[in-house]
């Protein structure tokens, strides 16, 4: 039976920054305000802040626990 070594994957790495990116976008700029506001949905505009925050926490934390699987993968070859 053949043992295969292949290099650890960075998709998930990848998936989490793009989402961190994401969420921070969504934080920061007026984005999804004027997205909420173009398709009338404007009256949750105060509300996105309990929601995206705590969605940019998780995201950054997300990222984090990522690159430490897969540098820990990454060391035990």
């Given amino acids: ?5 292949s290099q650890p994957s960075k998709k998930g790495i990848y998936a989490a920054i793009a989402g961190t990116m994401l969420v921070a976008l969504c934080c920061f700029t007026p984005i999804l305000v004027i997205t909420f506001g173009a398709v009338g ?3 949750f505009t105060p509300y996105l802040d309990y929601v995206l925050f705590p969605a940019l926490v998780i995201m950054i934390v ?3 626990v990522s690159y430490g699987k897969w540098k820990r993968s990454r060391s035990m070859r």
């Fill in 41 to 43: 949905l404007s009256a």
């Fill in 62 to 64: 997300l990222t984090f």
């Fill in 1 to 5: 039976m053949e043992i295969q070594t």
